[in-house]
């Protein structure tokens, strides 16, 4: 079945109501009957199950079948810090990092990127998160990350004290590896911020801040990465080193609604 996002206050009684993006995308790209059965997701980990019952190209209505609480069992709280990079690269790491499974996106800025901060206006941060609810649809995720406005590199070790561990990936990293800094923990962290740079990496002043906030760092591969390539890597290789100690299978559970 089609899948489609439900904002707030989408969800009214046993009615599922579709307007603006999505009731386009039903009427007018897919061009679903009436009768037709979709899920509605609302980004929190419930799915509805419905039959569409009225169309105009405003305004979509389904009536709910049964409701379920669904979710991807994860080996924690997986945050990405990404130092902004420039053009549609960034716009292709929030959504294939929400095909993966983060759950919170920081855009960072530091001393190397080279968007300005004039350009990172509160329209860019809701392009962003409607990238995450497209990625979220269609990978059948039911829950959707939360993009941040963007932090500054001071604002990063604030953020960072709600996680066990707190991984700053650098190139120049010659002693650890993300697997060795893994290993180290016996079940995994109760929560991880993994940071990752724009283009040029981060210099060796802001490893050295981050270490002294508590920050590990790890080298990713023996090849250097695109800044672009970097945060996906990272994010598989971080849900594949946890999934002998914490199965990713689904968690459904039906129930009905009065």
């Known amino acids: 079945m089609r899948r489609f996002f439900l904002p707030p206050g989408s969800v009214q009684g046993r009615r599922l109501v579709f307007t603006g993006r999505e009731a386009r995308h039903i009427t007018r790209v897919l061009r679903l009957p009436r009768g037709e059965k979709i899920v509605g997701f609302d980004g929190s ?80 941060r809701q392009r962003w998160e409607s990238i995450a609810v497209d990625a979220a649809r269609q990978s059948g995720r039911a829950r959707v990350p939360r993009v941040h406005c963007p932090a500054g590199w001071g604002e990063l070790f604030n953020l960072a004290t709600d996680y066990e561990l707190k991984l700053l990936l650098w190139e120049k990293e010659n002693r650890r590896t993300l697997k060795a800094v893994l290993d180290e923990y016996a079940s995994p962290p109760a929560g991880a911020l ?25 080298a990713l591969f023996p090849t250097i990465l695109r800044s672009s390539t970097a945060p996906l890597a990272a994010l598989a290789c971080y849900y594949y080193h946890y999934q002998g100690a914490r199965p990713l299978k689904p968690k459904e559970e039906v129930r009905d609604e009065d």
């Open 45 to 124: 980990g419930r799915e509805y199950e419905a039959v569409i019952a009225v169309l105009s190209p405003r305004r979509v209505e389904a009536i709910v079948g049964e409701v379920k609480e669904k979710d991807i069992v994860r080996p924690s709280h997986v945050a990405l810090a990404q130092g902004l990079i420039k053009g549609g690269a960034f716009d292709r790491v929030v959504r294939q990092a929400a095909e993966i499974g983060v759950d919170e996106i920081f855009p960072l800025r530091s001393r190397r990127s080279v968007v300005r901060p004039g350009g990172l206006t509160e329209k860019k």
């Open 194 to 218: 993994l940071v990752v740079g724009p283009e040029g990496g981060f210099t060796d002043e802001e490893a050295a801040e981050a270490a002294a906030a508590g920050f590990a760092t790890a």
